[in-house]
């Protein structure tokens, strides 16, 4: 199938040629159609499946006849870098419409904003909080919206949001078309879709799972040597793109000035940044100006990066669906990714989770040369420079070089060290 058959008019059909998409896949094949007919739809599709496209190409088709200068298609997301996402990408897929699409979310001024609005955009895609400012400002008049979106209504859920998000949809007409976008489907995100869509078609790309095009590995290993077995994994395997997962703010941060220290390209996104140091992280990342993001689970959300070869839990998740989330960010579009995950003896819970979800038992790794009877604490141990790694003998193969991206030898697969393999019991 291509996207000629979905019969989008010349000049959305031009986007799509301008994005170089040329096959639907599997979430834009089944969804589409029925969005274009009217119908509400609630899709459930991991992270990285190109929902985006399948919600915003058949509204873009919906509002390019239609009447300008009115708030007539409405997305809400949970965090202001996927709300940037989805706003890039209408603006992206519908450059030659004339359709025009705005971003509302906190953490930046509400001057811009409140310009935006005022030229009379078709399109808003917000966050929560900021669009419920605008709302009691009357600042944003929703009474036109024809279609409505809640994207990601797991992680609505996860961060509190859902109340929040019962209120926008009260202040929206009743009358549109309503499509919510989950990863997975808990009771709270059941009785949700229950409220607010009518007659849905449900449309459900694979299961909660991470894509088959990740590996998995495991690297136990105790706490507080955590961050020197990091530095040794990074200095022995080659990479593109690394996203690292910390459990905490403080931690992205400490973690992210340790291996800047060891000579790592690496910024770090938490919720304490200011929204225009989390963009030039985030812009920094995709660039190539670094070769390493730190970031937590929230801060993480919309990050939608092309060639992230590895993805790295230095914290183990609390749920395997958390997990799927972050491993989503790698192996996208049929590319391979791995997925390495550093774990101690309190993670046993959530490793046997998400084997189940795999449906395997993952491969535990050592490495042979790192000392796991070393002293010190997790922030207190000073990381071996990255040219002692390449001094030493049998440093593996493909070591990672901190200052220059390695090409990979397949698009979006990297080679990488497979260390000796022992039993382990702490997992």
Known sequence: MTFTEFNLSPRIAAGVDALGYQEPTPIQEQAIPPIMAGRDVMGLAQTGTGK??????PILQRLEAGPRG???????????????????SFRDLGQQTGLHSVAIYGGVSLGPQLQALRRGPEIVVACPGRLLDHIRQGT???????????????RMFDMGFLPDVRRIIQAVPGRQQTL???ATMPDDIRALSADVLKNPLTVQIGHAAPAETVSHALYPVAQNLKTALLIDLLQGTETHAVLIFTRTKHRTKRLAEQLQRAGFRTASIQGNLGQNQRQSALDGFRSGKYDILVATDIAARGIDVTGISHV???????????????????????RTGEAY???TAEDADTVRAVERVLG???ERRFLPEFDYHAAGSTFEREPRDPRERQSRPNAGRGSYAPRSRQPSRDPGRTGQVRPERRSQAIV
């Open 360 to 362: 395997s038992k993952i």
């Open 180 to 182: 919510m976008f989950s």
């Open 341 to 343: 995950t550093l774990v």
């Open 312 to 334: 790295i839990n230095y914290d183990m998740p609390d749920t395997a669906d958390a997990y799927t989330h972050r491993i989503g960010r790698t192996g996208r579009a049929e």
């Open 52 to 57: 985006t496209a399948a919600f915003a190409l």
């Open 140 to 154: 944003v008049n929703l009474s036109p919206v024809e279609v409505l979106v809640v994207d990601e209504a797991d």
């Open 70 to 88: 009115r708030v007539r298609a409405l997305v809400i997301a949970p965090t202001r870098e996927l709300a940037e996402q989805i706003h890039q």
